[in-house]
């Protein structure tokens, strides 16, 4: 039976597979007496070595797919399933109690992850997630309910989850995995970013996915209208082709303005950049013709380790991004971590308000030493291109202030160790707290330059969190009420000699555009994949007329207004 | 029986990649090989009991090495640790 559903868009493009159902399976039993202990010793090995072929598949992928370093954690995890005095133990208290092999696994890895919970070392304790995955896998075999994997996908799928972790979107190889849908989410969340930077069609916020479509069932998704077809028709099939063949069309027009300007019929440029996560993002980077990077969230450099990234392993990672870009500007944002994003190795206090608790600068201002580890390993790479350094969440003059006085002392270390650093760097905020937009004209006497972050920026202009659904409706881009606090923010600016970017997901979206363009943004950060289109509608725009969109947009009563403002704008061509 | 004590002299001490180098090596012997730290014994093959004593930079231990092959073990040991760094 075809059935339809529906959710947000949040990654373009078409695609069709079959859904893979990315659901943990429940891995609980009962406790057993069993007769025959021989037997079941023999069952526990098989299922010992159905895992041991499971992960050394997964580790040779990931040394082949990844590196060799990656692939390094599985060959910890095959020592465990080899492991002597765990294996004996298991097969003795099979044998000696007449239990069942699930209890005598779980019992004997209890007191091992109990040992290394409570060692001191934040390291040692994440080895007992290590311990616990391991586990997991021998026990999946014992109950005969696989885990899912999706590195072990061989055919053409689309995931279907209620939500997808980092680690999940890690593990995804785009020569088979064509698309995701999620349960929860929105245009923002982690996974529909990440899908956004793979390249690959995600649909997000669906609800019903899960319970909805079967593992197995063929899928065709369409990530630009959010609509997803369970077992679609031949008609539909045969219409999505066509739509795919004009998509192309489009994206091959698009490339050819890899190399050209960004800029206006009447002749003003804007430059169009790329938020980055990581060094690996940087072949889209190059392919979609960025001419900048625009936001390097260096958060991720933190969640990937399994302790604090040292100086020598940032520095190699921030030199790299500036070398590939060959002297166009690199911000790079100190740390953000906080809010929703969170560190094994970093016990943080569990706060009631996270996004309006110790986060990002506030959270690097209380600890210095890992914010200086940071600005010393920035400023060491500064001499490898145009490296401009960014703090996010500031609310305060004088946060700023120290922030910036801690760099400086760090680049005067620097100097006396003989170390070069670049002279011209320039160090400027984030604006995504209104306090911020609002005295933005203080602000630009001692900033270099400003990046709107509206994201943030969005959530605490309308007290609204961006995660909980009961309240996205509040989620307002366009609303000017937004818009003022823009335009305040870049007339500082310019006021004072100096120039705003903005880094949230508006930057790049085709209704935003023209809005920001007429307000007279200086930088718009966004997907790699959103550049090539952004260049072609700022390519098609007069800055003079969308100036006064704007200047009318500023004086609306609603969203709904300035999109209907923005719409007589296509009319009109 | 061959005996030797050594200090760890990786930074890292003896975490989850020197332990794994370390049990990957023992286990091609055929000798029993038990590291002792504190009057605390473990089997070098064992990367839980390996791990579960914690050892941090500048820990001594002696290595206990009994079978048919256990100089050669104790040789090959050494080795390991000084060509990964691990300890001396």
Redesign the interface.
């Known amino acids: 039976m075809s059935e339809q559903l529906k959710g947000i868009s949040a990654s373009n493009g078409y695609a069709i597979g079959r859904a893979y159902e990315l659901v943990e399976p429940d891995l609980s039993f009962e406790t057993l007496t069993i007769n025959k202990p021989e037997a079941e010793v023999k069952r526990f090995d098989q299922a010992l070595e159905k895992a041991k072929n499971e992960l050394q598949l997964i580790r040779d992928k990931v040394a082949k797919e990844q590196d060799e370093e990656n692939a ?2 599985f ?2 995890h095959l ?2 399933l ?5 294996v004996g133990a298991i097969e003795n208290q099979i044998n000696n109690k007449s239990i069942n092999a699930e209890a005598a696994l779980v019992e004997n890895t209890d007191s ?1 992850i109990t ?2 919970e409570q ?1 001191d ?1 934040e ?2 304790r994440e ?1 007992a997630a ?2 616990k995955d391991v586990r997991k896998r021998i026990l999946s075999h014992l109950l005969e309910k696989p885990l899912p994997d999706i590195s072990l996908v061989q055919e053409p799928t689309i995931i279907v989850a209620e939500d997808l972790t980092p680690s999940d979107t890690a593990q995804i190889n785009k020569e088979f995995i064509k698309g995701f849908i999620t349960d929860v989410g929105g245009r923002t969340s982690h996974s529909a970013i990440m899908a956004r930077s793979l390249e690959i069609p995600a649909i997000v916020g669906v609800q019903t996915a899960v319970a909805t479509i079967e593992h197995g069932e063929e899928v065709l998704i369409d990530g630009i209208e959010g609509d997803i077809f369970v077992q679609p028709s031949e008609d539909t099939k045969q219409k999505y082709k066509y739509l795919q063949k004009e998509y192309d069309k489009k994206l091959a027009e698009w490339a050819l303005l890899k190399n050209e300007p960004s800029i206006t019929v009447d002749e003003h440029q804007v430059e169009l950049g790329a938020n980055i996560g990581s060094y690996q993002d940087m072949d889209l980077v190059l392919k979609h013709g960025a001419e900048a990077i625009g936001l390097y969230r260096t958060e991720f450099l933190y969640m990937e380790n399994n302790d604090f990234p040292t100086e020598e392993e940032q520095f190699e990672a921030y030199k790299s991004v500036l070398e590939a870009m060959e002297n166009k500007p690199v911000v790079i944002r100190t740390l953000d971590i906080g809010g929703d994003k969170k560190l094994d190795y970093w016990d943080l206090p569990d706060e009631m308000n996270p996004f309006l608790g110790l986060r990002a600068v506030r959270l690097a201002l209380q600890n210095k030493d890992v914010f200086r580890t940071q600005l010393r390993a920035l400023l060491r790479a500064s001499v490898y291109g145009n490296l401009k350094i960014m703090f996010p969440m500031i609310a305060t003059l004088e946060e700023f202030r120290e922030a910036e006085g801690l760099l400086l002392e760090e680049k005067e270390n620097l100097l006396n160790e003989g170390v070069e650093v670049a002279t011209d760097i320039e160090v400027g905020i984030m604006v995504e707290i209104p306090s911020t937009a609002i005295l933005a004209e203080q602000f630009a006497k001692e900033v270099d330059f400003f990046s709107i972050g509206t994201n943030d920026l969005i959530q605490y202009t309308f007290a609204a969190d961006r995660m909980n659904q009961n309240v996205s409706y509040l989620y307002q881009p366009l609303h000017p009420a937004i818009l003022n606090l823009v335009k305040m923010v870049i007339d500082a600016s310019h006021k004072e000699g100096k120039w705003t970017g903005m880094c949230g997901e508006m930057a790049g979206e085709p209704t935003a555009v023209p809005l920001l363009l007429g307000l007279g943004l200086d930088e718009f950060s966004m997907s790699p994949s959103s550049i090539l289109p952004a260049r072609s509608q700022v390519r098609n725009l007069k800055k003079i007329e969308m100036e006064k969109v704007a200047n009318q947009a500023l004086q609306l009563q609603s969203s709904e207004d300035v999109k209907r403002l923005v719409d007589t704008i296509s009319e009109n061509k | 029986m061959a005996n030797k004590e050594f200090t760890i002299t990786t930074d890292v001490g003896l975490h989850a990649r020197p332990a794994t180098v370390l049990v990957q090596k023992a286990s091609q012997y055929k000798s029993d090989i038990e590291l002792e730290h504190n009057d605390k014994k473990v089997n070098v093959k064992s990367i839980m009991g390996v791990m579960s004593l914690g050892l941090a930079k500048g820990a001594a231990f002696q290595l206990h090495v009994n079978g048919d092959d256990e100089d050669e073990a104790l040789q090959g040991i050494e080795e390991l640790f000084k060509s990964e760094g691990i300890a001396e």
């Open positions: 390094k954690i060959d910890a020592l465990v080899e492991d002597p005095e765990l091992f040992i290394f060692m070392n390291y040692m080895r290590d311990i």
